[in-house]
């Protein structure tokens, strides 16, 4: 049973940058992909990036080059930098994790608005 909540959310002009943050409740077993997804209303809920715990990424091709995903183990904590953001950028952000143990369990964190507009 893990907890996740998001941070660091917000309104910023095009151009701008936000670091959003995701903080686990727990220590997370050593299997395990975390990463960022979006979501617009009447949209699908899109990969951003993901990182596993080997230190392998993946970016979605609108964000590559912009946006970078890190994680911190000590803290349990997902980081993403968004730079050079577009108003296409605006939407929910959510924090994933996927924790594989004997079973593969997904947990999601509450969400956090980010908006990019002048």
């Known amino acids: 049973q893990v907890q996740l909540v998001e941070s660091g959310g917000g309104l910023v002009q095009p151009g701008g940058s936000l670091r959003l943050s995701c903080a686990a409740s727990?220590?997370?077993?050593?299997?395990?992909?975390m990463g960022w997804y979006r979501q617009e209303p009447g949209k699908q809920r899109d990969l951003v990036a993901t990182?596993?715990?080997?230190?392998?990424?993946n970016y979605a091709d609108s964000v590559k080059g912009r946006f970078t995903i890190s994680r911190d183990n000590a803290k349990n904590t997902v980081y993403l930098q968004m730079n050079s953001l577009k108003p296409e950028d605006t939407a929910v952000y959510y924090c994933?994790?996927?924790?594989?143990?004997?079973?593969?369990?997904?947990?999601w964190g509450q969400g956090t608005q980010v908006t990019v507009s002048s």
């Open positions: 994933n994790l996927k924790e594989i143990s004997s079973w593969t369990i997904n947990y």
């Open positions: 727990r220590s997370i077993f050593s299997i395990n992909v």
């Open positions: 990182i596993s715990n080997r230190g392998s990424t």
